[in-house]
């Protein structure tokens, strides 16, 4: 097989799993569930951050008026990150590492396996430089030899070209996967051992979440100016 040939075939592949005509078959384990129990907890931590981001885009409509929400969604957004690249990433260790489901499972299609580590790379670089900016504060930002808040801005840029391409490869296999009616359709198991584990873990990770915001927030208040300092959180100096 050609070059040509295998990529137009990997491309087939994604837009099969893309719109739903085809899956893994992800074998299912007692205890964890196995990987069918991975498959799930990614779908869910990735609907969780899909309500997030489109919630952070909307503070991009005035983003000094809504500044302490936007920072506040980009914490909260940080802890369910870590846990979709933990939960993704010890897919590909097991599959590496040679266990037997997860070799059964096999790897997702050639250009999602590239995607992947780049959604990775620049979701981790926004949620970075978003920190950075609220630890060193509007004036020291800068005033720093690195423009972060241009760097921040570009690496948005990026996350937003590599992201959408991820969402449009993955949503629906997400709905099919946290969805009884689409599952029972695409013949996907319909219970699935640790079920409650998971929905711990995303849990926990939005309680660690809205304890890094409670905790940060108060340090977006030195990228207000003025009357802006006292208003309450949302609200825009020009209504």
């Known amino acids: 097989m050609s070059s040509a040939e295998r990529l137009r075939t990997e491309a087939e592949l994604v837009a099969a799993e893309a719109v739903g005509r085809g899956h893994r078959h992800d074998p299912v384990l007692p205890g964890s569930g196995g990987p069918a129990g991975n498959a799930r907890l990614t779908a869910w931590t990735g609907l969780v951050l899909l309500v997030l981001f489109a919630a952070e885009l909307v503070t991009l409509l005035d983003v000094r008026g809504l500044i302490s929400w936007h920072v506040a969604l980009g914490v909260l957004l940080i802890p369910p990150a870590l846990l979709k690249t933990a939960s993704t990433g010890w897919r590909i260790v097991r599959y590496y590492a040679g266990a037997r489901a997860y070799r059964q499972a096999g790897p997702p299609p050639l250009l999602l396996r590239v995607l992947g580590p780049l959604v990775v790379a620049a979701t981790l670089a926004l949620l970075g430089t978003g920190i950075v900016l609220i630890a060193l504060g509007e004036e020291r930002s800068r005033a720093a030899a690195i ?62 979440a809205a304890l890094a915001t409670v905790l940060l927030l108060p340090l977006a208040s030195d990228w207000g100016h003025g009357e802006e300092r006292d208003r309450p959180p949302g609200v825009s100096a020009h209504r």
Do not use: K, N
């Open 147 to 208: 423009d972060w808040v241009g760097l921040h801005q570009a690496m948005f840029v990026v996350f937003a070209i590599v992201a959408g391409l991820h969402v449009l490869a993955r949503l629906v296999p997400a709905l099919a996967l946290t969805t009884r009616r689409v599952r029972a359709h695409v013949g996907l198991p319909e219970r699935v051992s640790g079920g409650g584990r998971r929905l711990a873990l995303v849990l926990l990770s939005l309680a660690v």
